[in-house]
T-cell receptor, first 115, second 114 residues
Framework: DAGVIQSPRHEVTEMGQEVTLRCKPI?????LFWYRQTMMRGLELLIY????????DSGMPEDRFSAKMPNASFSTLKIQPSEPRDSAVYFC?????????????FGPGTRLTVT | AQSVTQLGSHVSVSEGALVLLRCNYS??????LFWYVQYPNQGLQLLLK??????LVKGINGFEAEFKKSETSFHLTKPSAHMSDAAEYFC????????????FGAGTRLTVKP
């Protein structure tokens, strides 16, 4: 099992540019989560999908952020336009079900730096 | 809603010493509790979890944690620290309804001195 795959691992961009982060969940997992990690705010849930459908996007900070899951094996998180305060590590996680007690499996993260 | 408080953002121990990382939770329903570890430049990986049954839970790499309902705590321990244990540790709580409301603590960075 390859685990959750994220790309790119590092992204450096200038303020105002569009940024797209990519995630491939573990095959067979029905749930996909996007998190943001910063020193100030810790690990925050941005959005999660169930069977490719966005269920809860209340954690998305503002309209500049959008996420899609066109199929069971691919999801994107897009920031347009990017701002320096978006600099963070973004994690994708997946889980086989939404049942209580089932852990989430995390990808290695994408470190985003916006200058 | 659930929340987690990790006491101490940074803990330093000597190699061979006891490791104790503290976690207290708040939950309106019986919680499910998790400890994750994050090594540098990697994602979080599960160390152990408590769902039901025995309140002392054993995980990977010699770590264990005890669920104490009366103290609303789920502290992580390891009898003897190893240099390879240096990492960031996150306590997390989710409700007994689903795992979609998992909430993470701020993390505790463990340093192991030779």
């Amino acid at each position: 099992d390859a685990g959750v795959i994220q790309s790119p691992r590092h992204e450096v961009t200038e303020m105002g540019q569009e940024v797209t982060l990519r995630c491939k969940p573990i095959s067979g997992h029905d749930y996909l989560f996007w998190y943001r990690q910063t020193m100030m705010r810790g690990l925050e849930l941005l959005i999660y999908f169930n069977n490719n459908v966005p269920i809860d996007d209340s954690g998305m900070p503002e309209d500049r952020f959008s996420a899609k899951m066109p199929n069971a094996s691919f999801s994107t998180l897009k920031i347009q336009p990017s701002e320096p305060r978006d600099s963070a590590v973004y994690f994708c996680a997946s889980s086989p079900t939404g049942l209580a007690g089932i852990e989430q499996y995390f990808g290695p993260g994408t470190r985003l730096t916006v200058t | 809603a659930q929340s987690v408080t990790q006491l101490g953002s940074h803990v330093s121990v000597s190699e061979g010493a006891l490791v104790l990382l503290r976690c207290n939770y708040s939950s309106s329903v019986p919680p499910y509790l998790f400890w994750y570890v994050q090594y540098p430049n990697q994602g979080l990986q599960l160390l152990l979890k408590y769902t039901t049954g025995a309140t002392l839970v054993k995980g990977i790499n010699g770590f264990e944690a005890e669920f104490k309902k009366s103290e609303t705590s789920f502290h992580l321990t390891k009898p003897s620290a190893h240099m390879s244990d240096a990492a960031e540790y996150f306590c997390a709580v989710s409700s007994t309804l689903n795992n979609n409301d998992m909430r993470f603590g701020a993390g505790t960075r463990l340093t192991v001195k030779p």
